[in-house]
């Protein structure tokens, strides 16, 4: 699987948007792009994932360059519940469905 | 209606003594996970399982191993814990190989080997 680049850390004001950037310059055309979060002592959750089109659900947003090298998790208005580390994995649906986690970005939303 | 389930939570033992973790979910999934996030908070899969059978073994020791009773179960047992062994387990389950379908996670057993 592609290795992904993202900021260690970021701060986001609570009720603004919040864009997580994610580098993958190096993802093949069959790798998608996956976001989950982990909030504190919690277990991972699925946020998000695309392969070349932009997606929406109802937490996020997920912005992929035309050439695919670097994609943008928008969380539209964010809450305090939304502090948590984020991670963007790019996965090859042949990889057997192993999630390979980087170090993501902790994200503090303030009030 | 807990969707991935773990016992215990907590798990705190001597170095040598052999241990389980209980894994089951309810989602009627056919794929199971099990993940180690070490105290660096790095995530890694260890195992997993589709339809019972083992699919992905990434290096982990023999003192690992996991079985899945059912489709519905993934247990995790490991002999002669060292200290290395200390960390939070994840199991996680979704719904066959197919990549792109999102996994679920548990709410991880903390393990400490003293």
């Known amino acids: 699987d592609a290795k992904t680049t993202q900021p260690p850390s970021m701060d986001c004001a609570e009720g603004r948007a919040a864009n997580l950037p994610c580098n993958h310059s190096t993802i093949s055309g069959n790798e998608y792009v996956y976001w989950y979060r982990q909030i504190h002592s919690q277990g991972p959750q699925y946020i998000i994932h695309?392969?070349?089109n932009n997606e929406t659900n109802e937490m996020a947003s997920l912005i992929i360059t035309e050439d695919r090298k670097s994609s943008t998790l928008i969380l539209p208005h964010a809450t305090l519940r939304d502090t948590a580390v984020y991670y963007c994995i790019v996965r090859d649906k042949a990889a057997g469905n192993k999630l390979t986690f980087g170090g993501g970005t902790r994200v503090l939303v303030k009030p | 209606d807990t969707a991935v389930s773990q016992t215990p939570k907590y798990l705190v033992t001597q170095m040598g003594n052999d241990k389980s973790i209980k894994c089951e979910q309810n989602?009627?999934?056919?794929?199971m996970y099990w993940y180690k996030q070490d105290s660096k908070k790095f995530l890694k899969i260890m195992f997993s399982?589709?339809?019972?059978?083992?699919?992905i073994n990434e290096t982990v020791p023999n003192r690992f191993s996991p079985k899945s009773p059912d489709k519905a179960h993934l247990n995790l047992h490991i002999n002669s814990l060292e200290l290395g062994d200390s960390a939070v387990y994840f199991c996680a389950s979704s719904q066959g190989l197919i990549s792109y379908n999102e996994q679920f996670f548990g709410p991880g057993t903390r393990l400490t080997v003293l």
């Open positions: 399982y589709n339809n019972k059978e083992l699919i």
């Open positions: 695309g392969l070349k």
């Open positions: 989602l009627g999934h056919d794929t």
